[in-house]
């Protein structure tokens, strides 16, 4: 342990690495890393800002909850440590390995229309391929068979299935350890998104609206910084981190082009997630505007 003096009082702050008590389980492409840094704006939050994929890769698993504890940030004893990885949400084996390390963690669930998340999902696996020099498809080659039906082989097809891992985790964890983010409305308007956030968590509300700002050229929000503590001499460990936010984008990765496609392959396609989701809707006790 650290002991950092604030140098004014007589009080000091115990920064340590702490195990996560906020997780971020998925969804893959919903909308997690825009979440996540939304989230950090917080005072009280500190952010693993890579993914660690502890609980769904079985040889980082095996390395044990001091190796998971060292991946951790610095944090205080006020902070809230939160990790994302968005294989979590459709890792079997998951919701009981992280109940095992803290049965009161909780949860967060970012979703978007499952269409659109499918898209997106498709337009990441293509730029990777693009990255091995492999040629790039068509989404309709992939997402349907040649009979024109939807290929329920296809691996990305299933993560936008969520009602099939929710009740995993519902198996496991009460649901109200679990609040469920909707991520179309995270992309159109955040800071709502985040005060339900801030409720959930039982957090002040420190998150401010004008934290947020569309940037026409990225087409999405951006986030800037807290000029309140711009020049403020007694600030913490956790306020110098959190003053990186000056003004940020998501990176170029985040907010990509998606593939046109033509209006019938997404009918079939909605066609097909419509009992899915409302299912999904049943489970969670919550509505999302999803075309059908
Ligand atoms: P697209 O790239 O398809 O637009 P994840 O971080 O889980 O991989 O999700 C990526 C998605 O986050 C992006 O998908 C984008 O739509 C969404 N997103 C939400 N808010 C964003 C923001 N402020 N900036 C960039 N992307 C954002």
Known sequence: RNEVDDGNQSTSAAVDRRLPRLLIIGVRKGGTRALLEMLNLHRDIAMVPVEVHFFDK????????DWYRSQMPLSSDAQLTVEK??????????????????????LVLIVRDPVTRLLS?????EASRAAQNLPNRRFQDVALLPNGEVNTQNRALHVSL?????SRWLHVFPRRQLHIVDGDRLIRDPWPELQKVERFLGLEHLIRRDQFYFN??????????????VGNDNLTAADE????YHHKCLAGSKGRRHPQVPDEVISVLRQFFAPHNRKFFAMVGQDFDWPE
């Not at 969520?162 to 929710?166: D, G, N, S, V």
């Not at 026409?216 to 503590?229: I, Q, S, V």
């Open 58 to 65: 079985f040889d980082n698993y095996q390395r044990g909850l």
């Open 121 to 125: 999902d498709f337009a990441q696996i």
């Open 241 to 244: 981190h959190h003053n990186h």
């Open 216 to 229: 026409a050229t990225k087409g999405f929000f951006c986030l800037t910084g807290t000029p309140a503590d």
């Open 85 to 106: 990885s968005p294989s979590y949400y459709v890792t079997p084996e998951v919701p009981e390995r992280v109940y095992a390390m803290n049965p009161h963690v909780q």
């Open 162 to 166: 969520y009602a099939k891992f929710l």
